[in-house]
């Protein structure tokens, strides 16, 4: 099914309460999900940002969190990362269990957070130093820690302080992070966000990596056209829940965006 | 959209940005009950003394010393406020600059916000109270009226000439050579202070400092209101006003200026060092050039590592008094950051909260951290103080050694569990920024000061005693109670819930 169907919009409690299938909504996938998400839901006090969401990622697949702002995007990420404990459902990643094996989930997963993600004070090295020596990494992760800046051209910047740097850097050297120890799940929260274009190159770059050797990806953006062209599945989020899944290419050209407008509304 | 401009723009506009950021405020009520907290102690501090036993008792009592030693006191008020306001940048800031770039702040309304904010400083609050408790009870109850007016007039000149002075230095600082100029300026005047206090004229300098004629105006006010005293008023009062309003000059220069220092630091380059030989270490490095990397912590780190200690030089203190200094300095180093310390991280804090390692191995780093911070400008004050201090005896230096080590401790458990409870998304790019909003500083201040303090003088007793163990006994139940309250922030941290709040909080 696609994805309005023939009805045109989409009952959203329809939606949330598909089936915990490898096959939801009309997307299919094969074999576990390497992340599974059921009924999630994250409280701050007496606001709710996540109402529910059931989301499954898959090994070799990038699948794009899309939605307007609030939608409860960085939350689920955030979550998925390890920061957020959550408050309500069972979220596995990697086969772990982000509640009760937080630790197994960080070192499985690699994340961009969406605001800054750097240390003001210390230099891009120094980052991926501490990554390192925190993920245990073996000798020589110099050789790709070095290609990767290179590749992201902060070469140049890899010994200044990341307070200097601009938005669009910091954005770069957080997706660098990110993908730095080739994590089995690699969590991307709007990392096109205010990069160049070149730097969007690069990022599309690691995401094509990461699937090619078997990772699953996972990309938070509000950034449609970035999305489709990354990503092999959608799931679109409004208001702390779970809408629609979809393939990604479904959203593509302006058949596409009309069909995502509604989804937003 | 054109905009009228006048004179007292930048009194609207102060007033509009403290209603901006009181409305900040998370708790209203508790903010309200400081300010009134904050006026009751200087209302005590004014009149309380006046009726002390002693009091204006130019014979018998005490008042006759306090009056010789008011001068200087007027004096080191104007320095102390001098030097909190140069290391501060310009003075600290009403709005965060980060904040503060939405609005079209000028120079004239940021140095009146800094004018504003400088009473907001437990030094300037304590020294302020000091000044009005020793003028009250030289004076005594029946001279209070004519007596206060002096002193408060005083202070709010002293702070107007000091944020005059700070303004001016910045402005050179930021400018061409800036920074080698501003060292060297300082360099003499540490000099000549200490040229004063070697050669012995120090006694001669402070005696014809210019607070002596207002300090006598103060004294002459007991036989009733004069012309002296009239004049002293008004001159005071047009003094204050003048150098007020001519503050906004240096300002407007320093403020068009880069900030040097800050350039510096975010533009050059920290090559890499050899690969840290554990998790720990790794963590503890990072952190510790998080500190030393920005502008407002080095500036303040240097300051009170050596001010305090630079003052008990000179003044001849002895052992058995060095007690106090380790409590002033650690307070004062905890404040640069120690209170809001996951604040290091900024919006790194996300990040390094998804790497796999334990919460508990990431608050001992912290700790590690900002002990040896506290720790180490402690023991540099203590050398500089002892220089002069003669020999000491075994219980002196047993005192003050667990003192130091008592009081560090004190202060990093009280910083570690209030940053836990209480974190602030702060950036300390600034020289001007601080780690938490002005009023929650001052309660912050009041309360390291308050058990650093008594700490300090439980030790000085302990000074006094034959025997050097008792040093170690009274070390115990201190450092037992640091230590518990320790565990129990870390506790609150290792929590995910916790953490996480703490985490989005600093990072956001």
Known sequence: MGLLGDTGRVSESSRVQSAPDPSYNGVSASGEPVVDVRDLRVRFGSVEAVRGIDLRAYAGQATALLGRNGAGKSTTMRVLAGVIPPSGGEVRLAGYDVRTDPMAVKRASGYCPDVGGLVPRATPWEHLELSARLRRLAPGWDERARELLERFELGDAAYRVTSGFSHGMGRRMSVVLAAFHEPRVLLLDEPFDGVDPLGVEATLEVISDARARGACVLVSTHLRELAVEACTTAVVLRGGSRVDTVRAEELGGEGGARAYRDLLD | ?508
């Open chain 2, 1 to 508: 959209m054109p905009t009228a401009t006048s004179w007292t723009d930048p009194l609207r506009d102060l007033r509009h940005l403290v209603r901006f950021r009181l409305a900040q405020s998370r708790r209203p009520a508790r903010l309200r009950l400081m300010v009134g907290v904050l006026v009751v102690l200087t209302l005590a501090a004014m009149v309380v003394p006046a009726y002390l036993p002693g009091a204006a008792d130019y014979e018998h009592g005490r008042a006759f010393d306090l009056l010789l030693l008011l001068p200087s006191g007027y004096a080191g008020f104007l320095g102390l406020a001098t030097v909190s306001a140069v290391a501060s940048g310009g003075g600290r800031e009403l709005v965060p600059r980060e904040e503060a770039v939405a609005w079209p702040i000028g120079p004239a309304t940021d140095h009146a916000g800094a004018l504003l904010m400088a009473p907001l400083n437990i030094a300037w609050l304590l020294q302020g109270w000091l000044l009005l408790g020793a003028t009250a009870y030289v004076v005594g109850p029946g001279t209070l009226p004519l007596a206060q007016p002096i002193a408060l007039l005083w202070l709010a000149f002293g702070t107007a000439l000091a944020q005059l002075l700070a303004w001016t230095m910045e402005a050179i600082r930021r400018g061409r050579y800036g920074v080698v100029l501003t060292r060297s300026l300082m360099a003499l005047v540490g000099l000549a202070m200490a040229g004063a206090v070697v050669s012995g004229r120090l006694t001669g300098v402070l005696d014809e400092l210019p607070t002596v004629r207002l300090v006598t105006v103060i004294a002459a006010a007991t036989t009733g209101l004069s012309w002296s005293w009239v004049v002293a008023v008004v001159v005071l009062l047009l003094l204050t006003v003048v150098v007020a309003g001519l503050g906004v000059l240096p300002a407007r220069v320093a403020l068009r200026r880069p900030a040097r220092d800050e350039q510096r630091l975010e533009t050059g380059h920290y090559p890499p060092r050899r690969h840290p030989r554990s998790e720990l270490l790794a963590m503890v490095r990072v952190d510790r050039a998080s500190v030393w990397r920005a502008v407002s912590l080095r500036r303040g780190v240097i300051l009170l590592a050596a001010a305090p200690g630079l003052v008990a030089l000179s003044g001849d203190l002895e052992w058995e008094l060095l007690t106090v200094l380790p409590g002033l300095v650690a307070s004062g180093a905890a404040l640069l950051f120690g209170v809001n310390a996951w604040c290091l991280d900024g919006r790194g804090g996300l990040w390094r909260d998804s790497l796999p390692v334990a919460p508990g191995a990431v608050f001992a780093a912290r700790v590690w951290v900002l002990l040896e911070l506290l720790l180490a400008s402690s023991a540099a004050t203590l050398v500089l103080a002892g220089l002069r201090a003669g020999r000491p005896s075994a219980a002196e230096i047993a005192a003050l050694l667990c003192c130091w080590l008592v009081v560090a401790l004190q202060v990093v458990s009280l910083s570690m569990r209030w940053s836990v409870r209480q974190p602030f998304a702060v950036d300390l790019r600034s020289a001007r920024a601080t780690p938490a909003p002005p009023m929650v500083m001052v309660g912050y201040s009041g309360r390291l000061a308050l058990s650093t303090t008594v700490t300090g003088l439980v030790f000085s007793g302990v000074a006094q005693l034959a025997d050097w163990q008792v040093a170690l006994l009274v070390t115990v139940p201190f450092l037992s109670v640091a230590g518990i309250r320790l565990l129990r922030a870390r506790d609150a941290w290792v929590d995910p819930v916790v953490r996480s709040r703490v985490v989005a909080t600093v990072a956001a």
